[in-house]
Every structure is written in C-alpha cells, then in structure tokens.
C-alpha cells in the first residue's frame, strides 16, 4: 500500500534534470476536455425536466412555478453543467496546447477545492447524520469515498501542480507568464471564492429574493433589490481585488464583516422552518421539509461558517495589499 508521498512521488519519478510532464498534462487536458464537453451535452438535456414537473408531466404538483424549490433546484443544476462547460472546456484545450495559464488556473480552482471542500463536507455529513434515514452502514461505507474526494484528491493535485517538472514543462512551452500569474494564488483563491457567494446569492432569486439583514428577512422586490447590491459590491471586489488595490481589501474586510454580522443576527431569530417559510414555498414543497430532524433549529453557525472562513481567508492576503495603491 502506497502513502499519499509516495503515490505523489510515482509523478515525479524521472532522471534529475528536466523532467517533462507534457504527456501526463495533455492526458489530464483531455480527461478536463471531455467533462467540458459532457456537461455542454448535459446542460440543455437537463432542461427537459421542467417538463416533468409542468402541468401535464409524469411528476407534476400543485405549486410548481417559479420560486418553487424544485424550479430552483432544476434551474441551479442547468446553470452549473454550463459553468462547468464553460471553466473546463478552454481550460482543457489550454492543457493540450500546454498553455501556461493552464496550471494558474488549475492551482487556484484546487486550493480553492481545499477550502471550500471543509465547510461543504462538514454541513454535508451534519444533514447526513441527522437525516431519518442513515445508518451505520451508511457512514461506514460514504467516509473513504468522502475522503478521497477530500483532502486527498485535490492534495495529490496541488502538489502535482506546484512540482517544478511541471512548472517547467509549461514554461518550456509558453515562456511568457500569463496575465493569470500576475496575481498572487492566494488573491486568485479568495476572487473565485467571492464569485462563488455572486452564484449563491443569485440562486436566492429563485426563492422569493430571501436576504438576511440584521434581524429581519427580507424577500420579494425588497430582498431582490438587496442581493443585487450585495452582487454588484461583489463583483467591484473582485475587480479591485485582482487589481491588488487596497482600498478593495479594506472594503472586502468590512462588506464579510458585516455579511458574517447580519447573518449571525438573523438566523439567530429564524429557524430553519421560518426560513422556508420565508421562501413561500408552495404547500406541497413545505411537507417535503417537515420530516427534517433539525427543522427547528437556528441555522445561524452553520450559514455564518463559510463567511467566517472567508474573513480568514481575507486576513491571509493582507501582506499583498500592503503596499498595493489605492485607485
């Protein structure tokens, strides 16, 4: 049985010297290649499931509309096989092409595999464990999975991307650091994180707008109109983020500080049922959750978990703003 060091070590078993990896990077090119073009195949088949739930389809329900949770749910999973579509295709054509911005780009989605991977597989495990129907069994046999798929997969990767062979192998081939290189990994990891909350909050569209604001839920045109400020202020962020301008720093700092805030104080008031409630789910959607162990708890440590991640994560790129100026 291999460890984890030595497994990595098999990628990077070859004479001292320049070791070329641009066999094993067009084959992981061609693997990313194939799941880009997959999920563009997938994407417009998935949108044959409104069909299904529409008047006159197999699973049709009283209160299946827009703002519905199964609408929802079918509209974010169209959206990601595209974005998935959309990241993996160019990205594993540029592994073929032996682009440099290729391993930029692959460092940073890991690391940000790695940090998102933690809070995700803790809420994920925590609704499993509490769920009627796990079991012993269940855990038993879900955990070795779960630990491959994290930390170890994305781990074997990072260190396969950072290894010199491979930073030499693009190199050889693309001379010139790419715009991508330009900023620091630890920025990059911190602006895909902050798309990420752009992605989610624009998926509470979907639900009646909810937004969380300091003790009171707002939804409708008043929480849309709130999750569109709260968008746009993201997507300044990025920009100036990725621009390495102070100013952004300190306004990305107080923007999570405030988002952790309002979060903490308004779920510190509205159970897990009281949300739902919030989203005006039709009645049907509603039984679905009534069954749920942890329907009337406060979800306020589990929301707050991954903006307090993120404030962390701010903290750790300050030294890159520092001296950064300020537009």
């Known amino acids: 049985m291999f460890t984890l060091s030595q497994t990595y070590d098999l990628l990077e078993s070859e004479a001292p010297g320049y070791a070329d990896r641009s066999r094993m990077l067009r084959i992981f090119g061609g693997a990313i290649l194939l799941l880009g073009i997959?999920?563009?195949?997938?994407?417009?088949?998935?949108?044959?499931?409104?069909?299904?739930?529409?008047?006159?389809?197999?699973?049709?329900?009283?209160?299946?509309?827009?703002?519905?949770?199964?609408?929802?749910?079918?509209t974010a999973q169209t959206a990601g096989y595209y974005?998935?579509?959309?990241?993996?295709?160019?990205?594993?054509?540029?592994?073929?092409?032996?682009?440099?911005?290729?391993?930029?780009?692959?460092?940073?989605?890991?690391?940000?595999?790695?940090?998102?991977?933690?809070?995700?597989?803790?809420?994920?495990?925590?609704?499993?464990?509490?769920?009627?129907?796990?079991?012993?069994?269940?855990?038993v046999l879900t955990l070795p999975l779960n630990v491959v798929l994290y930390p170890v997969l994305p781990w074997l990767l990072?260190?396969?991307?950072?290894?010199?062979?491979?930073?030499?192998?693009?190199?050889?081939?693309?001379?010139?650091?790419?715009?991508?290189?330009?900023?620091?990994l630890r920025v990059r990891v911190v602006c895909v994180i902050l798309m990420l909350y752009i992605v989610a909050l624009y998926s509470l569209v979907l639900v009646n707008g909810v937004f969380p604001w300091f003790g009171v839920m707002l939804t409708g045109t008043t929480g849309i109109l709130a999750l569109d400020v709260a968008m746009l202020a993201l997507a300044g962020l990025i920009w100036g983020l990725a621009h390495r301008f102070a100013l952004a720093w300190w306004?990305?700092?107080?923007?999570?500080?405030?988002?952790?805030?309002?979060?903490?104080?308004?779920?510190?008031?509205?159970?897990?049922?009281?949300?739902?409630?919030?989203?005006?789910?039709?009645?049907?959607?509603?039984?679905?959750?009534?069954?749920?162990?942890?329907?009337?708890?406060?979800?306020?440590?589990?929301?707050?978990?991954?903006?307090?991640v993120t404030l962390v994560c701010l903290l750790a790129i300050r030294r890159y703003f520092s001296g950064a100026h300020v537009p």
């Open 38 to 74: 997959t999920a563009a195949f997938i994407g417009p088949l998935e949108v044959q499931a409104f069909y299904l739930f529409i008047e006159g389809g197999p699973f049709h329900y009283e209160g299946f509309r827009f703002g519905s949770f199964v609408f929802a749910y079918i």
């Open 158 to 184: 990072i260190r396969f991307y950072q290894g010199r062979a491979v930073q030499q192998t693009f190199a050889r081939s693309s001379p010139a650091p790419s715009w991508l290189e330009r900023i620091p």
């Open 251 to 308: 306004l990305a700092l107080l923007d999570f500080g405030l988002m952790t805030l309002s979060t903490l104080i308004t779920f510190s008031r509205y159970t897990y049922r009281e949300t739902l409630a919030a989203m005006a789910l039709p009645p049907h959607e509603m039984e679905w959750f009534q069954d749920i162990p942890f329907i009337d708890w406060y979800p306020a440590p589990v929301v707050s978990g991954p903006l307090l």
């Open 83 to 139: 974005a998935i579509a959309a990241v993996c295709i160019p990205l594993g054509y540029a592994h073929l092409k032996l682009q440099r911005w290729a391993g930029a780009a692959m460092l940073t989605l890991l690391w940000f595999w790695m940090l998102a991977g933690f809070p995700l597989t803790v809420i994920l495990y925590l609704m499993f464990l509490t769920s009627k129907a796990t079991s012993i069994a269940g855990v």
